[in-house]
């Protein structure tokens, strides 16, 4: 049963990836709409939502009261994962709407508690490359990859879990770029937004190529992500 809350598109997508029985941790949670929404659908989840700032931290306990939802919603006022103890038992982490050097930046400052997290989700604004990197590098392997539009905007969400006995060892750099599982599959989203990035690059080496100084570095860097999108994506 779908109570009365009306989440955006993209924290629906989001919640169908947090599990039954899980005890998730919502990290920049804003309003609380994620774990109000995952929570009124399912009883046995139970849910942490973090916030840094006063203001949506008050606007959570709100929302989460007016759902009747204390039971199993605590909002927490703190930077990052330093809401998160050892007698919390979570098990995912959620990361969501926010730019993907943060988010590396709290997992980073939080990375003794990631030793105990099974699951992270994260819907990064910017550098997907980069998160995807990371959580490699600090031993979890991507096991989902899902592309939607709302408004315009196409949205990635990346799940990522802790495997030290069953790492996703990545081909090569493009696999960074693209993300392993929407490059093998390619869906027509994932060609839109590789359509939209080209055009972008194209204005960017332009500029480059007319400036009175080239920055030689840059332009190769350019040039090459040009090549492998007309080459392997389009």
Request: proline fraction near 3%; charge should be negative.
């Amino acid at each position: 049963m779908i109570h009365q809350l009306n989440p955006s598109k993209r924290l629906t997508a989001i919640a169908k990836y947090i599990t039954d029985d899980s005890i998730f941790a919502d990290i920049g949670s804003d309003h609380a709409y994620l774990p109000c929404f995952v929570c009124l659908n399912n009883p046995s989840i139970q849910a942490i939502a973090g916030e840094v700032q006063k203001g949506p931290y008050e606007n959570a306990k709100k929302n989460v009261n007016k759902h009747a939802l204390s039971n199993q919603i605590d909002v927490r006022l703190g930077n990052g994962l330093e809401i998160i103890t050892s007698k919390d038992y979570i098990d995912t982490i959620v990361l969501a709407g926010m730019g993907g050097q943060l988010i590396i930046d709290i997992l980073q400052s939080g990375k003794e508690k990631l030793r105990t997290i099974d699951t992270i989700i994260t819907q990064p604004n910017t550098n997907l490359q980069l998160v995807r990197q990371y959580l490699n590098v600090v031993g979890y392997h991507l096991t989902k990859e899902h592309i939607m539009k709302e408004n315009g905007i196409i949205y990635e969400i990346l799940v990522a879990k802790q495997s030290a006995a069953d790492p996703y060892f990545y081909h090569d750099e493009k696999e960074f770029y693209f993300g392993p599982f929407l490059f093998q599959e390619q869906p027509k989203l994932f060609l839109e937004m590789w359509q939209q990035e080209l055009l972008h690059l194209e204005r960017i080496h332009k500029q480059i190529k007319q400036a009175i100084k080239i920055d030689t570095e840059k332009l190769a860097e350019i040039e090459k992500k040009i090549n492998w999108i007309k080459e392997d994506v389009l």
